[in-house]
């Protein structure tokens, strides 16, 4: 099984709401990431937790705050978003380090549409 | 950093002819490449992948090939189906000598349409 959930699968939300959306996964993997999707273009790396830590932020804006609570969970708590902000939000997993086996898998995605 | 350019941005096939879609990767350390698929409105779905000890790899319709020396990588589709249809993501990766694995750096993508 190779399956990454999301929730929810479309979000709209105001400039001054705070939300937070959700990624699982069952299949051990250790790094999990949060990208960011703008119509017709490739995924955008934004965080990257390794064994629950994060490992990588690229320079994302403090609005956005990824959680890792345990190793088969990932959060992106949002808050005070911009309309800019809109996109495709996708998880994804893989097990940690190099090698054979470590493998991305991404989920459907969440919808985000800021207004 | 790594760049990779994706080539053609859109193409079209008839249904049951082939379809390639080309990558070049600019730093010679990178030696994983993945291929996603992207229907519209889910994620990308990781089709088929080499690594760089490989020169090609073949899953049912779908092959992969590999020119280290040219830095390429290449995604073949025989026999298209209308559910072929799907923006495709080539990637690279580095994997440093620390144990870590880097991150994707993706193609911007091509719009495959096969018609029926």
């Known amino acids: 099984d190779t399956e990454v959930t999301q929730t929810p699968k479309h979000l709209v939300m105001g400039m001054t709401n705070k939300k937070s959306l959700k990624c699982e996964q069952h299949?051990?993997?250790?790094?999990m990431y949060w990208y960011k999707q703008k119509a017709k273009k490739p995924p955008e790396l934004m965080f990257v937790y390794s064994y629950e830590k994060l490992s990588i932020n690229e320079s994302v804006p403090s609005r956005f705050s990824p959680e890792c609570p345990n190793s088969s969970l990932l959060n992106l708590h949002l808050h005070a978003l911009q309309p800019e902000d809109s996109a495709l939000y996708l998880c994804a997993s893989s097990r940690a380090g190099q090698g054979k086996g470590n493998e991305q898998y991404f989920g459907p995605g969440t919808r985000l549409t800021v207004t | 950093g790594e760049n990779v350019e994706q080539h053609p941005s859109t193409l079209s096939v008839q249904e049951g002819d082939s379809a390639v879609i080309k990558c070049t990767y600019s730093?010679?350390?990178?030696?994983?490449f993945p291929w996603y698929k992207q229907e519209l409105g889910k994620g990308p779905q990781l089709i088929i992948d080499i690594r760089s000890n490989v020169g090609e790899k073949k899953d049912q319709r779908i092959a992969v090939t590999l020119n280290k020396t040219a830095k390429h990588f290449s995604l073949h589709i025989t026999e298209t189906q209308p559910e072929d249809s799907a923006v495709y993501f080539c990637a690279a990766r580095i994997s440093i000598s620390s144990g870590s694995a880097r991150q994707l750096t993706f193609g911007s993508g091509t719009q495959l349409t096969v018609l029926p």
């Open positions: 299949m051990g993997h250790r790094a």
């Open positions: 730093d010679s350390a990178s030696n994983y």
